[in-house]
């Protein structure tokens, strides 16, 4: 399979596909689905220093092609996290991307320093983007020098080559782009979800216990397209695109649009199966279309 | 094993009001092994609704590859699921969970089978499989009314079964806890299903030494991946601690889960 | 259907369903399936000084439960808006809202000052959100201290209320919200559409001529209902809300997060009949539910 | 009038390689009064296809309230109007646009009808109102290749007709226009329905002294509301006049519009 091969930073990757953080878990459920050897890469679920519960239920709501989370960072904490779950992940011949979160600079530092020296975990992402925690989160990812200035600090700690996962929630996605790459990001993944809300007309009250949650699925792909096409033009960093991926054609928009490998997330809850059904799709896919290697694709569509 | 598989219907009934009874037909079937686990299904593949959807297995039949299922179809995903006829295919993702575990009743106990609403269709199969080990079953059935109400006779073919209804046009007016302590209905041993409320109240009843109950929460995965249907366990001191509905779940001995 | 008069500034509402700008035309094309009357109000296409071709076709295209547009304003400029099409739509029992646009201050101000003379116009909605030209538009509706000078200006000449149109492409929208709030205006209309883009997998080009457009439609809605929730509990404006309207039940939806009244756009195409049906199912709705009046579910959600 | 209706099925067949022919009857029947008309419709009321689909109008029987479309199954859409089966219900809105002006063309003088793929359909009703009018048609159908082509036996009933295809498997080897200069044909008034670049090149023929032709465009709303779907006149001094495919067309005397 060379034609999907692809070499990002601190990254060797059978193919670009991987799951998406907080919708793979720490990858046991899937293990038991098939071997996660096959796929690209695996984002594990946001790590937080202390363990979190996160927001009470319903945690989940549909929307029109859609759906709504607001899980609130559940995790183990960065402990267990690494004597557990990546001790766990050690089996498989797949790098493991480590999604870092937190509440305060300080604690993405602790995490980003103790996670980046786990052997399996090849990069991390920069989680600050999560719409559905009170603080931190997102206010990170939505004023330009505070993402630099954590990218800085981050950088600073980490063994690995370091990603920032970006916000869709902001006016201009191209400004946090830059200031990422300024603060030494190696690459960017995104989008995260968009903040949503839905409300039960029976009730009158928000579905979510939440209230808000992230909106993800097809219904915000057309946005995350958008985004990539825009930030792969201004920046020179890598981009792992995601947002409504669930058929191979997504994954060529993504790539037209200017991703170097992509991302796929609420589809794994649609069919549990759908990483290692795309990843042979796009060999058939490219093989098809006579085009040599994946990364011929990467920003056709402004090349 | 979790499969997917695209099943065949091979029957589709509506036994009661907006109540339909299911029987889809594959090899998905050999998987089943426990009454109360639950399958993830799909009507189609369109993307609205997106989400699949969970149903209690109600019935197995492994010499047909056979397992039928009892929902009410209420919002998108069930009215689509009730528009298929015998012969269309459902996309069918299980068996899922933890289940009833049969074996806690010993053969010549007594068993207290407590459902309500589309809480009752998991007791089914539940009830089948103790009667089969020789446990003697006692049904309380609770519907909103004579209209919602289905499987009496099934369930008063197996054993002793009282239903109560809420407005009281079938069986005793009132919930399912009224008729235990109206008749003073006690046990080795109870299991339930039902909404979360009356959960609560079953678990309070003294009607059992000990007993499970099953769950329901809005799911994402179905198998304990998004962490979208936790619950906290009675005891944890921590604050941190939780299960997942669908994978450590649905059932869960009473008293384990803070409700 | 006294459950369904709405008073707002400037608007004395039959019900308070009315056509989104863009997706209604002039009326002229709806007014051959049903008399325009039984609207609530109508909000016109958006006006520009000067006649606009607006952006080269393909100009839409279709998304999960959503479409994209880029119109580009395309209008016959404001000399023949006020003598055609305002004046044609006079035979009308309506009122008129008038979208203004432009691409610097000095346009909004003159279409405003001379559209809000025309008698049926009752109000004004002020486009500071239109994402698919290149100058003005959205670039007025992104930053809040322009926004609020902007609406200043723009209410020194109106003679009807102003109703200021907000774009949901921001990091901030209450802040945009106060700041339109500040600078005077009656009234907030919300949401424009978030921008996105889709490319043709067979082409590898973008699908719109214009690259990206403005995405709409029910993959909105959540977007739309957790912005109208911020906004109507941080201002004191009215909302008229809209994004993914097609049924009551996102009426009712719209309601309860805090709209006072709501438009309906892209649904216009997809059943022509969708504005009248709508006004008769949302009374049959409140009688069936016993509400008095469908302003007692404002802000039920949050109150 | 424009109306909505949800017609009725009464045939759907497979005419050639992804070309369907369907035939609907309804009460909006009674409004089709003209060729080169078209309808907007919708399969379904799901969300996805959202917006509706124009397909021309390619026979009108206004004795047995029926009209007859073919189309491609392409994208969503269209394959989803594919699976419907006689008896089923399709969302019409229609007749919409300005169609082809059958009296241009006076008893006794000569049609060149010419179309290109799913641009065939609508010549179909135009020739057979033609030919009732006394007038002699011409028809000249281009087609990628043997399996693509259909309704060559119904125009051949009408008239003259000559077949090109891209590959040479049917009919003569290359595009209509090719046809049309190897046979030198010539008529009083020709009429074209097909791909832009098509129209362009039949525009630039000799064959008739004028003619019309109908444009494709992405519609929106499909009645002139949305101005998805507007192109240039060819004369536009100004640079803002524009015409509206759907309201205005898709019909257009050959030359009006900037191709
Ligand atoms: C383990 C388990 C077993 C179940 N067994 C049965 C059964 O045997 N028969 C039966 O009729 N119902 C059962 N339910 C409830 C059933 O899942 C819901 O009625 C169904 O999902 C509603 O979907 P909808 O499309 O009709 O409603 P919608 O309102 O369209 O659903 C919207 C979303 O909310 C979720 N949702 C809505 N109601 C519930 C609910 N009560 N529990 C969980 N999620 C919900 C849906 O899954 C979906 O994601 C079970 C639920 C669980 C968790
Ligand atoms: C006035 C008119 C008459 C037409 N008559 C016929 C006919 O008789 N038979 C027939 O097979 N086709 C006809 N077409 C083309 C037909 O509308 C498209 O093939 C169809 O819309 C494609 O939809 P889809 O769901 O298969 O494709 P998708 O790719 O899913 O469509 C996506 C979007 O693009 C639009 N679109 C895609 N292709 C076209 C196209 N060629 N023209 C306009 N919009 C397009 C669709 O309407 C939809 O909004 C006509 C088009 C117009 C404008
Ligand atoms: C249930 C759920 C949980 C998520 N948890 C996380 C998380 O912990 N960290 C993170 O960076 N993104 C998280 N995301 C966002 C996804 O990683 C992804 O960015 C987003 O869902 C868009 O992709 P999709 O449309 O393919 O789902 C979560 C998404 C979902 C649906
Ligand atoms: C084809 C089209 C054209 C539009 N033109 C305008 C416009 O001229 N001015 C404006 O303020 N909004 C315009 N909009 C935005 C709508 O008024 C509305 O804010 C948006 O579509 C969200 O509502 P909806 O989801 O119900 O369509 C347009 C939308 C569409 C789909
Ligand atoms: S539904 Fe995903 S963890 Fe339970
Ligand atoms: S399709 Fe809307 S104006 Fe033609």
């Known amino acids: 399979m060379n034609r999907l091969t692809i070499e990002l930073p601190g990254l060797s990757l059978k193919n670009p596909v991987m799951p998406a953080s907080g919708c793979f878990g720490f990858g046991r459920e899937f293990s038991q689905l098939y071997d996660l050897s096959t796929l690209g890469a695996i984002m594990i679920k946001a790590t937080t220093e202390e363990p979190r519960y996160g927001n009470p239920t319903p945690r989940v709501a549909e929307t029109p092609a859609g759906m709504l989370n607001a899980i609130g960072l559940q995790n183990p904490g960065l402990e267990k996290v690494i004597a557990n779950e990546l001790e766990w992940l050690k089996q498989f011949d797949v790098p493991i991307i480590a999604n870092v979160a937190g509440s305060q600079t300080e604690d993405y530092v602790a995490v980003a320093k103790e996670i980046s020296r786990a052997a399996n975990v090849h990069a991390l992402e920069l989680n600050i983007s999560c719409p559905n925690v009170k603080t931190g989160g997102i206010a990170f990812g939505t004023v330009p020098e505070t993402a630099k200035e954590l990218t800085k600090r981050v950088k600073e700690v980490s063994e690995v080559p370091v990603y920032v996962k970006l916000s869709p929630n902001v006016t201009n996605i191209v400004e946090i782009a830059k200031a990422v790459e300024d603060g030494g990001a190696d690459g960017i993944t995104m989008i995260n979800t968009l903040i949503g809300m839905r409300i039960d007309v029976k009730t009158a009250r928000p579905v979510l216990s939440n209230r808000t949650g992230g909106l993800s699925g097809p219904a915000v792909k057309p946005v995350a397209i958008r985004m990539v096409y825009e930030v792969s033009q201004n920046t020179n960093l890598p981009i792992i695109g995601m947002g409504g991926i669930s058929t191979v054609e997504d994954i060529i928009e993504f790539y037209l649009a200017g991703a170097d490998a992509v991302a796929v997330g609420t589809a794994n809850f649609v069919n549990p199966f759908v990483c290692p059904e795309l990843i042979e799709q796009l060999d058939g896919y490219l093989e098809e279309h006579h085009i040599d290697h994946i990364s011929d694709l990467k920003g056709r569509s402004w090349k | ?259």
Chains 1, 3 share one sequence.
């Open chain 2, 1 to 259: 094993m979790i499969q997917k598989e695209l099943m065949t219907v091979t029957n589709q009934t509506e036994i009661a009001h907006n109540i339909y009874e299911m029987t889809l037909q594959g090899a998905l079937v050999d998987q089943m092994n426990e009454p109360g686990r639950f399958v993830h299904l799909k009507a189609g593949d369109e993307m609205i609704p997106l989400l699949r959807r969970p149903i209690s297995i109600a019935r197995i039949e492994p010499e047909k590859q056979e397992f039928t299922m009892i929902y009410r179809a209420e919002g998108a995903g069930t009215n689509a699921l009730a528009k298929k006829r015998a012969g269309d295919k459902v996309d069918v993702l299980g068996p899922l969970g933890h289940g009833f575990p049969v074996d806690e009743a010993k053969p010549g106990q007594t068993a207290l089978l407590i459902g309500g609403g589309i809480g009752v269709p998991p007791l089914y199969e539940l009830s089948r499989r103790l009667n089969a080990n020789g446990v003697k079953t006692i049904h309380v059935l609770g519907f909103q009314n004579k209209e919602a109400a289905f499987y009496t006779e099934q369930f008063l073919a197996l054993g002793e079964t009282y239903v109560a209804t809420v407005d009281g046009s079938l069986g005793e007016q009132g919930f399912v806890t009224d008729v235990v302590n109206k008749f003073s209905l006690k046990a080795d041993i109870f299991y339930s299903c039902g909404p979360t409320l009356m959960l609560k109240a079953v678990e309070q009843l003294q009607a059992a030494p000990s007993g499970y109950i099953s769950l329901e929460e809005r799911m994402g995965c179905g198998i304990g991946a998004c962490f979208a249907c936790v619950c906290h366990p009675a005891q944890d001191k921590s604050g941190t601690a939780y299960l997942k509905i669908c994978s450590d779940g649905p059932v869960f001995p009473a008293g384990e889960v803070a409700l």
